[in-house]
């Protein structure tokens, strides 16, 4: 099994920047790819950035050039660092861990004031 705990979430102007952190624990090793996800009020949860197992990255058009995938392999840790936000940035964003099995953490509400 794969434990994922998200951290980070909050309240922040737009403009400004936020960094998210999940925390993987578990069966770490059978993790092929991660990602991060968000789901805005009224619309279906969508890709935000992926990152594989060799660190290749890949983001939603509407987050490149202001949001970077990242990961520490020593810390078991995988971040999210967040730049020039809009108030469209708001929402809950998940981690989710694909391998064995699909994973996913509890969410983090994020709030972008205009």
């Known amino acids: 099994q794969v434990q994922l705990v998200e951290s980070g979430g909050g309240l922040v102007q737009a403009g400004g920047s936020l960094r998210l952190s999940c925390a993987a624990s578990?069966?770490?090793?059978?993790?092929?790819?991660m990602g991060w996800y968000r789901q805005a009020p009224g619309k279906q949860r969508e890709l935000v950035a992926i990152?594989?197992?060799?660190?290749?990255?890949t983001y939603a058009d509407s987050v490149k050039g202001r949001f970077t995938i990242s990961r520490d392999n020593a810390k078991n840790t995988m971040y999210l660092q967040m730049a020039s936000l809009k108030p469209e940035d708001t929402a809950v964003y998940y981690c989710?861990?694909?391998?064995?099995?699909?994973?996913w953490g509890q969410g983090t509400q994020v709030t972008i004031s205009s």
């Open positions: 989710r861990a694909i391998g064995r099995g699909d994973y």
């Open positions: 578990g069966s770490i090793f059978s993790i092929n790819v």
């Open positions: 990152i594989d197992s060799g660190g290749t990255t």
